[in-house]
């Protein structure tokens, strides 16, 4: 998974600056930034160069994505105050010299059983004024038109319900797994933070997109092909196939209507001093 999540936040990444940017005029002058969930580090890495006088940690639970953190804060020339920390979150936290001023989970809540507790632990982990921002929910993306000219049209949107009956059984699952209404904002008051902010942002790569924007469509579209290709109708799966084929000038390797379009969601709280 590690090439496949360093791409994805590559592409993704004119939508963690301007995401990052807005954090920026909240939490103007942090002395240690975590990134909760890290993965490989390409955010950890663009919160160092957001926030040039912090130390910035990467915590995650996957020693080998940290690896690969490590090396692109030492390719990008922060190594000198970037960490990491290895571990299963929110325990991993613990381990943190001081607390937190900002504290960044990017879609790494979700896969914690108990979303309340472990929001908790995060501000427990905060300094007074400190702000924790986690990025969770937003809007499913767009690769395609909804008509592609064979198959039944809406591939897409069928794809989005079946994703989210995989997410929702993926969620009962987790360890410790309790039900929640994800009313971020009352969630984080209810971890002891105030002053919520909301905001979502977009990323849109038009059509014709680019080399790396198709290989992320393709790298996305073959890995619902592959989880929930057995709960798609004949019909869909062949679609699906025909959208994967290489060979095929009607895949979306290329033809000339794919594109990127999707947002994402921060929320946003603060520690009182």
Request: net charge negative.
């Given at each position: 998974?590690?090439?496949?999540?360093?791409?994805?936040?590559?592409?993704?990444?004119?939508?963690?600056?301007?995401?990052?940017?807005?954090?920026?005029?909240?939490?103007?002058?942090?002395?240690?930034?975590?990134?909760?969930?890290?993965?490989?580090?390409?955010?950890?890495?663009?919160?160092?160069?957001?926030?040039?006088?912090?130390?910035?940690?990467?915590?995650?639970?996957?020693?080998?994505?940290?690896?690969?953190?490590?090396?692109?804060?030492?390719?990008?020339g922060v190594a000198d105050r970037f960490g990491t920390l290895t571990?299963?979150?929110?325990?991993?936290?613990?381990?943190?010299?001081?607390?937190?001023?900002?504290?960044w989970a990017s879609r790494s809540l979700h896969h914690l059983g108990d979303q309340r507790a472990a929001l908790a632990a995060f501000?427990?982990?905060?300094?007074?004024?400190?702000?924790?921002?986690?990025?969770?929910?937003?809007?499913p993306a767009r690769f395609l038109p909804r008509d592609i000219g064979f198959g039944r049209p809406g591939l897409q949107a069928r794809l989005d319900a079946l994703q989210e009956e995989w997410f929702a059984g993926m969620r009962a699952g987790l360890p410790g797994s309790v039900a929640e209404t994800e009313d971020w904002p009352a969630l984080l008051a209810a971890a002891g933070l105030g002053h919520p902010h909301t905001r979502s942002f977009l990323l849109d790569l038009?059509?014709?997109?680019?080399?790396?924007?198709?290989?992320?469509?393709?790298?996305?579209?073959?890995?619902?092909?592959?989880?929930?290709?057995?709960?798609?109708?004949?019909?869909?799966r062949?679609?699906?196939?025909?959208?994967?084929?290489?060979?095929?000038?009607?895949?979306?390797?290329?033809?000339p209507d794919v594109f990127v379009l999707t947002a994402h969601t921060v929320h946003t709280a603060t520690k009182s001093l």
């Open positions: 998974m590690a090439p496949l999540l360093e791409a994805q936040a590559e592409l993704f990444t004119p939508l963690y600056e301007r995401a990052l940017a807005w954090l920026a005029k909240q939490q103007t002058d942090p002395g240690l930034v975590v990134d909760a969930g890290s993965g490989p580090g390409v955010v950890s890495c663009l919160l160092a160069e957001t926030f040039p006088g912090a130390r910035v940690v990467a915590v995650d639970g996957a020693e080998p994505l940290l690896e690969r953190a490590r090396a692109r804060a030492g390719r990008l571990g299963e979150l929110p325990g991993a936290l613990d381990d943190l010299d001081y607390p937190a001023d900002l504290l501000a427990d982990r905060l300094a007074p004024g400190g702000t924790l921002a986690i990025l969770e929910g937003g809007l038009p059509a014709p997109t680019t080399g790396r924007a198709r290989a992320y469509v393709a790298a996305t579209l073959s890995r619902v092909r592959e989880g929930l290709g057995d709960r798609l109708d004949a019909d869909d062949a679609t699906l196939d025909r959208l994967l084929d290489p060979d095929d000038r009607a895949s979306v390797h290329h033809r």
